[in-house]
């Protein structure tokens, strides 16, 4: 008697390909309940990792919806670079929202501290009211930080933008409830079931393109906090913090004078996906200065309507 055996399969591959159907099936929810969905896309890698899966979703058509980059005018070169790069590639739109007129024209006012990423949130509010968008896609993802834990793939926000826990929906199998209010939007993410190492290893095998800033390079940082800060438009070092030139790479990209760089010789994939794995801390948690402003910096954050 001959007996069938099952074909042995990658644990690895079987976990990304449900992701990876799990994201496209979520964008074509989206779009066929919503009217002005928007991607939110800074040239970072879960928001490239993002916009691929969405080109994905739809094609051969192009993608649906335009991009929404909200620039602290203190990016680094390389990602705007890479974002403006991207954009041309796939003929997609793009609106930019500077944080830099808001401060200009006084709805906004420059912090002593002179990080900007706190400062994203009234442009985001603005522009999504502007253009009324409906449904907002970004690439947070719950193993980032606690209080992107508690938040649903489906996420309403009331007219004011604000974010309320206690009115997380039941999200069951892969249903999901867009009714919202007039004013009301409803924050999209697709990689919310993601790990870090998930994304690398996603990134590996689908051959997706990043800003060269991810990987290994030499960069004169100085330690401050704990973190590689280096020098931009965002001012550093202070007295007393020495530069040193370094091999080093950044697991997350924003506002520079908040986000820190690691130490590492990591100049492909997978030198970075061996780096993850040995890690015991999340990316914003090595180097993201602010969310150490206080132990519920980031829930503060959403409550007023950020990412």
């Not at 051969?60 to 705007?80: C, R, Y």
């Not at 709805?107 to 400062?119: F, K, V, Y």
């Not at 393109?209 to 100085?222: C, D, F, G, T």
Request: a negative charge; proline letters at 5%; one cysteine or more.
């Amino acid at each position: 008697m001959t007996t069938l055996e099952a074909p042995a399969t990658d644990a690895a591959t079987d976990n990304l390909a449900a992701l990876e159907s799990e994201a496209i099936h979520i964008f074509r929810e989206v779009a066929g309940e919503f009217d002005r969905p928007v991607i939110l896309f800074s040239g970072g890698k879960d928001s490239t990792l993002l916009l691929h899966l969405a080109i994905k979703a739809f094609w051969p058509a192009p993608v649906p919806f335009p991009l929404l980059h909200v620039d602290t005018g203190h990016n680094f070169d390389e990602v705007i670079s890479f974002r403006d790069h991207v954009v041309e590639k796939y003929g997609l739109r793009l609106i930019v929202a500077n944080v830099q007129d808001w401060i200009d024209d006084g709805r906004l006012t420059e912090r002593p501290d002179g990080t900007r990423n706190p400062l994203q949130t009234q442009p985001l509010l603005d522009s999504i009211t502007e253009h009324k968008f409906d449904a907002v896609f970004g690439g947070g993802r719950r193993d980032e930080e606690r209080a992107r834990a508690k938040e649903r793939i489906f996420s309403l926000r009331n007219a004011f933008g604000q974010w309320d826990p206690r009115r997380q929906r039941p999200e069951l199998w892969n249903l999901y409830n867009g009714r919202h209010r007039p004013g009301e939007h409803v924050r999209v993410f697709p990689l919310s079931n993601w790990t870090e190492a998930d994304v690398w290893n996603y990134i590996a095998r689908e051959q997706v393109e990043l800003p060269s800033i991810y990987y290994a390079h030499r960069r004169a940082v100085y330690r401050r906090d704990g973190m590689w800060l280096t020098e931009g438009p965002w001012g550093g070092p202070r007295e007393g913090e020495q530069v040193q030139e370094l091999s080093v790479r950044y697991r997350t990209v924003g506002d520079g004078s908040c986000t820190g760089a690691v130490e590492s010789t990591a100049t492909t994939v997978d030198e970075v996906i061996a780096e993850v794995l040995a890690s015991r801390l999340t990316e914003r948690g090595a180097t993201r200065a602010d969310d150490r402003l206080s132990e519920a910096a980031m829930e503060d954050r959403k409550r007023e309507g950020y990412f």
